[in-house]
């Protein structure tokens, strides 16, 4: 890893970079642009891509990050790569060959993270979002400590650098820590956390197994029709996170960002636009003090952008 790169180490004694590159666009955004944005991306400083099979542009991402490293801008070892397992795939003989297809995409021989999308399995095949008849998700019974018993052995088979979880609650991260004959503890837990659900007792949870707390929807989420209420109020536009900014000579979305770095969280933001992307990098070069970070504290709402 880069020596510039500030990081956080995992409990397996990886390095994780604090910064990290959202993917995901929806699907009316040509996958090209997915391309061109993270080579952008790496171009200003980013590390740290946050990626997934559900995202459909694993292939776009991955020739990107071998772009880079064809160019001389870095090297494999100075990225940190994550894929996400997606739910149709938690049975365990479909997890191994769901990470190669993905490793496959990409182009690459190793990921340096996978984890579970989601703590819940959906029938497997082609469809990402198996439905009935009447439109209903049609749900799998999966048991996730057999899921998590094979992500142990890609670790092993140096498929995957570290292994992980995301949207996972209290219960469920217990239930991988109490499993009889675990080998290897969840690396990290990816999760919705802003200013208006700052997540506290499960990073304290977290903290106290030694899992870092990855944020998405740092910034307040896309704010996509399909996952998002409207009428939610628009994190950027906060009078509490604007005054902060305004103090410091920053944006609201910097700040909500160095708000997550601060209180040892690892954050990913996620802009398709080149001159935001340039802008969250700035987030490394200035600091919140304890009082700006105790007002964001007060914002905490149990606002959950993905319903
Ligand atoms: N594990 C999971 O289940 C899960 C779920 C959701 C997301 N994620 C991951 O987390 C990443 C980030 O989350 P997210 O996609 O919900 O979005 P986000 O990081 O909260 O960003 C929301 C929006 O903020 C805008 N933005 C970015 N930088 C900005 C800036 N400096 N000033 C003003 N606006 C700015 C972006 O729009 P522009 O593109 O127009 O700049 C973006 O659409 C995703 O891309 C994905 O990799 C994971």
Redesign the pocket.
Known sequence: MDPKCQCLELNDGHFIPILGF????PEEVPKSEALEVTKFAIDVGFRHI???HL?QNEEQVGQAIRSKIADGTVKREDIFYTS?LWSTFLRPELVQPALEKSLKNLQLDYVDLY?I??PAALKPGEELFPKDENGKMIFDTVDLCRTWEVLEKCKDAGLAKSIGV??FNRKQLEKILNKPGLKYKPVCN???C?PYLNQSKLLDFCKSNDIVLVA???????RLKDWVNPSYPIL?EDPVLCAIAKKHKQ????IALRYQMQRGVVV??????KK??K??MQVLDFELTPEDMKAIDGLNSNVR??T
Not at 216 to 222: C, D, I, K, T
Not at 268 to 273: E, F, G, P, T
């Open positions: 959202g993917t995901y666009a946050d990626c997934a995202y996400k984890i999308h989601f995301s949207n990816q999760v919705e802003h998405y929807g740092a910034l307040g989420s896309q950027l944006t609201p979305a910097l990913l933001a996620k802009s398709y636009n935001r992307i802008e969250n952008y993905f």
